[in-house]
């Protein structure tokens, strides 16, 4: 009998961890967390297709839906205990109607879910204490305190590519409530972008697939947009030049764009959307027009007007 019991629970133990497997979960250092969710349950989180990663006490609901400005947004939310998890992704966020001050007009937008739960929780009142600019994994971003008597709403939101990633946490002012929040806003992970160095920037290469590396005309430029400057590095005189590749492709529109260099405060994402503005006379071959890879130069001039 008592080896029949041994067998059991040898058998109910494999299963638990055959199911940790499938799920792929992934663990964050162990800390002491006051009494709160373990740092050992919490899982790791990156929609597909998303440039982040993060860590929760669980999985989070998503609701997807079209926003204002052309954004597509997704909007996660896991509530544990006392607290409030959500991250808002808005894809393509540079590619609406969101240009000149793309954090300033983002950020807002971003909290409107955790405040709309605050506000469901009684909570009133409601004070930004906090906010400033920040950077991750080399991207600009924003973070900012809001407090009432007995709650308090944390948040981080940034510009990665054209996406815009906002973590927000609505908690207690408990110790142990406040550091589970902390982990949660410190988990965020940001991926670089694709990023093209020595003879990768001459026209027509790029890495596999490389579509168009031989061809009888290259993409002819019909246009020349100017990049639009952030708030940010117009206040601190920023200048030069962002090189960059873009596919252009048979029907002469922009298909995707790496940088291959780097200018601060937000400038890397205006080159990209001023180069997916220009418009090009697609690269021939044997008669027929094909996509192809081609060098473009973004240049930030505070001369000009």
Not at 88 to 101: C, K, S
Not at 174 to 190: M, N, P
Not at 202 to 221: E, H, K, M
Request: aromatic share 6%; proline share 7%; no cysteine.
């Amino acid at each position: 009998m008592e080896s029949k019991r041994i067998y059991v629970a040898t058998v109910a133990l494999m299963i638990g961890m055959a199911a940790m497997v499938v799920a792929g979960q992934e663990r964050p250092p162990s800390q002491n967390n006051g009494g709160q969710t373990g740092a050992a349950d919490w899982v790791k989180f990156s929609p597909e297709g998303a440039r982040f990663s993060l860590f929760l006490p669980g999985l989070p609901a998503e609701k997807t839906y079209d926003g204002d400005g052309g954004l597509k947004a997704h909007h996660y939310k896991l509530s544990a205990g006392a607290i409030e998890y959500q991250v808002v992704w808005f894809e393509d966020a540079l590619g609406g109607n969101i240009r000149r001050a793309p954090l300033s007009a983002l950020f807002p937008l971003g909290l409107n879910g955790i405040l709309t739960s605050a506000r469901q929780d009684g909570e009133k009142e409601m004070v930004t204490t906090h906010q400033e600019d920040i950077t991750l994994d080399g991207y600009s971003g924003r973070e900012s305190t809001i407090e009432s008597a007995t709650g308090q709403i944390d948040a981080k939101g940034f510009l990665a590519g054209f996406d815009f990633i906002m973590v927000a946490v609505l908690h207690p002012k408990e110790e142990a409530a406040a550091a589970d929040a902390k982990r949660f806003l410190e988990s965020l992970s940001l991926s670089r972008l694709s990023v093209a160095s020595g003879p990768q920037l001459l026209p027509g290469t790029a890495p596999d697939p490389s579509p168009g590396t031989n061809v009888d005309r290259r993409p002819i430029p019909l246009n020349a947009p100017r990049p639009e400057y952030t708030d940010k590095a117009r206040d601190n005189k920023v200048q030069g030049v962002i090189r960059l590749r873009v596919l252009v492709g048979a029907d002469g529109m922009v298909k995707d764009v790496r940088l291959a260099s780097h200018l601060p405060d937000g400038l890397d994402e205006m080159a990209m959307l001023a180069a997916r503005r220009i418009r090009f006379r697609p690269a021939l071959k044997s008669g027929q027009p094909v996509a192809f890879w081609i060098a473009v130069e973004i240049e930030f001039n505070l001369r000009e007007k």
